[in-house]
């Protein structure tokens, strides 16, 4: 009989790859909107699949970045980048597609980063901001390389609420001592609220106006 939560590892190991894929092509289709050589594809790929990840694995400090020590992290990003510079991503559909991969894989990363800041110790703040940074970092990021303004600042589809949202899940699920349940949860979430945004555009505030009363 297989054991729930070695499936549920399994789901998210391949939701992973394949969200490394997917934001490996929306870092060449960045990097085609900019006009960029072979070697500016095969740079923000990289960035826009692993960023986060590298980035979470770092401050862990708790050995080599798996994406360093797993080939097929590296494989499908750069994968990406050459499916991006010979193929011109366009109509509807392969953007559909894209965003749903970009966001699951939303949801995925963030319960997987806070799910590995809880097993090095660290508490629940930690836990949820490792999470949040898993899933935006590597946009981030590309956009700096970009000299553009993260997109996750402003404008966008709740991308960072979103795994705030998955990474909060995955947190109270360990707590609950359920962190297979929780991984398969903290998705869920993640990737609805991000296409539920989506599909009817909601972002959050930029300003708050407060009329003076009339004298």
Known sequence: ???????????LRVVDLAGVLGNAILGGIAARSAKLDMVGFTVLAILSGLG??????????RGTPVALTDPYYLILA???AALAFMVPVKGRWPHRGLALIDALAVG????????????????WIPAVMLGVITAVGGGMVRDVFLLRVPSIFGGNTLYATSALLASIVMVVF???????VGSAVALLCGAGLSLLARRYRWVLPTEVRIRRPFR
């Open 52 to 61: 986060g990840g590298m980035i979470r694995d770092t401050l862990l400090q």
């Open 1 to 11: 009989m297989t054991d729930p939560a070695e499936t549920v590892s399994q789901v």
């Open 108 to 123: 995925c990363w963030a319960s997987v980063g806070a799910q590995k800041a809880l097993e090095a110790g660290l508490g």
């Open 78 to 80: 750069v994968a990406g």
């Open 174 to 180: 360990s707590e609950l001592n359920l962190p297979g």
